[in-house]
């Protein structure tokens, strides 16, 4: 699920929420339920949430397991053997 998706990351990073909160523009507050599933990540800090931590928003919202971001337009993306 998201939450836990955002939670991970954020933990993983030895990031504070009150830092990836002034990140999104809100508070600590809302940051923490967005954490917690009580509110849910709106698409433009989903996106932002993924370009901070260079993965997919797809990844972000439980739709892959694959943490690697996908190559923007244009980019391409070299196999890793």
């Known amino acids: 699920m998201t939450f836990e998706?955002?939670?991970?990351?954020?933990e993983d990073n030895d990031i504070r929420q009150k830092q990836i909160a002034?990140?999104?523009h809100v508070?600590?507050?809302?940051?923490?339920q967005y954490e917690?599933?009580?509110?849910?990540?709106s698409a433009e800090?989903?996106?932002r949430l993924a370009e901070f931590y260079h993965t997919s928003t797809d990844?972000?919202?439980g739709l892959t397991d694959q943490k690697s971001p996908y190559p923007k337009s244009?980019?391409?993306?070299?196999?890793v053997l």
């Open 27 to 32: 508070s600590q507050n809302t940051y923490s």
């Open 45 to 47: 800090n989903a996106v």
């Open 59 to 61: 990844y972000l919202l």
């Open 74 to 79: 244009g980019e391409t993306k070299t196999a």
């Open 36 to 41: 917690n599933g009580i509110i849910s990540l």
């Open 22 to 24: 002034e990140y999104l």
């Open 5 to 10: 998706r955002i939670r991970n990351l954020r």
